[in-house]
């Protein structure tokens, strides 16, 4: 099965395609401090529903929604210490089915310091420090089973912490 992973920066620009055998054997492993978000690439999103049909057919999506808003299902599956950095889209539900993911987040008024290459490892060590008692920033580390809404245009970036198996469910009118 071919799979389409993105790179792991803010906007996700570059796409990869490789065999999902290769990205579990090849890129599954910790987040190297010094990889860039551009240079990392990440399987989440760009998801053949086709081809995961009989896994997201065993998934229980979360009983909350929104009026007249839409689900749409998302895969992903990441090593440890990788992530997505900060950046915004429309609301909707995050649940980790395996492994931890811990959650930054920001209202739409109050656009976070980070560098849109750089990974959220990197910013956890290098610029959380000085912004980890910021009344804007709220945080939240996710556990198997756990879920957790994420407004519309609201600034988030995630970190796994364990290598995790992930699925966001997109809320469109």
């Given at each position: ?7 792991a ?24 401090l ?9 399987l ?30 998302s ?94 469910t997109?809320?469109?009118?």
């Amino acid at each position: 099965m071919t799979v389409r992973l993105s790179s792991a920066n803010s906007y996700s620009y570059a796409k990869k395609d490789m065999s999902f055998k290769d990205y579990c054997n090849h890129h599954i492993h910790p987040q190297q401090l010094s990889a860039l978000g551009n240079e990392t690439f990440y399987l989440f999103g760009d998801n053949s529903h086709e081809e995961w049909q009989n896994l997201l057919e065993l998934y229980e999506p979360p009983p909350y929604s929104l009026p007249h808003h839409l689900p749409a299902y998302s895969f992903g599956l990441a090593g440890p210490g990788t992530g997505v950095p900060f950046h915004f889209h429309g609301p909707g539900f995050a649940e980790t089915i395996w492994g931890r993911k811990r959650w930054f987040m920001y209202p739409p008024d109050v656009e976070p310091k980070f560098h849109p290459n750089c990974t959220t490892l990197q910013w956890l060590m290098e610029v959380y420090p000085d912004v980890k008692d910021n009344p804007n920033l709220y945080e939240c580390t996710l556990q198997p089973g756990e879920i957790v809404y994420f407004p519309d245009k609201w600034w988030h970036a995630t970190l796994n912490i364990d290598s995790s198996v992930f699925i966001s469910t997109f809320l469109s009118p």
